[in-house]
């Protein structure tokens, strides 16, 4: 699959590209070489590949979270920033959401250096990327976010959930 997604990179195969980013982006079956070939198509800017999202919505923003590929992050906004802000379909979530879920510190910090406005953002549920950590239980991400200090918005260690849940209490007690 790797050698079709490079041709189709280098080749300026629209559809063939997308139809693999399709396939590379259901469930795991991202392989090692996939995100260098993505980081080529990125670097040559040869396609819009930022605004191309899967069947949950998710954009390749999502996927650099979700698999902590921070050393893609500057090509992707150097692409298009807006889609950093873009949410999935189904929760509601971000990128940062997605990074704060799987506890992807790295992927977190690189984004943070470009959307430094985003601590607070809520997902579907009105979860911020603190109460995400929490319920995941992942402490160095929790600690990450925590010792922020300054940088870090004060809703994001107040703001309640839909449920009326902060995060702050619970992640105090972990």
């Known amino acids: 699959m790797d050698s ?17 980013w399709r396939r590379l982006s259901v469930g795991d079956q991202r392989t090692p070489t996939a995100s260098t070939v ?5 670097h040559a ?7 191309a999202t899967d069947n949950y ?7 650099v979270a979700f698999n902590d590929l921070y050393t893609i992050v500057e090509y992707l906004v150097g692409a298009d920033k807006s889609m950093g802000y873009r949410t999935d379909d189904k929760y509601k979530r971000t990128a940062l959401h997605v990074a704060a879920y799987k506890g992807n510190v790295r992927v977190t910090q690189k984004l943070l250096e470009y959307y430094p406005d985003c601590w607070d953002i809520v997902d579907g549920k009105g979860q911020n990327m603190l109460h995400i950590a929490v319920n995941k239980d992942r402490k160095e991400m929790i600690r990450f976010i925590l010792l922020q200090g ?25």
């Open 4 to 20: 079709d997604l490079y041709y189709a990179v280098t080749t300026d195969n629209l559809h063939g590209l997308k139809d693999l």
């Open 38 to 42: 993505l980081h080529l198509a990125l």
């Open 45 to 51: 800017k040869k396609h819009d590949l930022t605004k």
């Open 57 to 63: 919505g998710w954009t390749v923003f999502h996927y």
């Open 150 to 174: 300054r940088k870090t918005s004060n809703a994001l260690l107040i703001q309640r959930d839909n449920d009326g849940m902060i995060k702050t209490f619970i992640a105090g007690n972990a």
